[in-house]
């Protein structure tokens, strides 16, 4: 294995990831509501330890507070790359 990939690799791996609860699934489909991304481009929710942050399997968004506070512009764009 190359050398950079291992270390990005475990990088992932000790990454701390937060379950997103379901009231905050609530918020985040109505923010997704907003920004009318269309069907096939939908990003999703996820949670750190600075926040909630929008991803796809190709881009991930800096972290915010709440789901609403994730700019509906942001949300477009991250959902555009996947």
């Given at each position: ?9 475990e ?11 379901p ?60």
């Amino acid at each position: 294995m190359l050398p950079s990939f291992a270390a990005a690799l475990e990088k992932y791996a000790k990454a701390e990831r937060l379950s997103v609860s379901p009231k905050d699934r609530v918020a985040w489909k109505a923010r997704l509501a907003q920004a009318k991304v269309p069907e096939g481009d939908t990003p999703s929710v996820g949670r750190d330890k600075q926040g909630f942050y929008v991803y796809t399997h190709r881009a991930r968004s800096s972290s915010y507070p709440t789901p609403g506070a994730i700019p509906l512009a942001k949300i477009r764009f991250v959902g555009s790359t996947g």
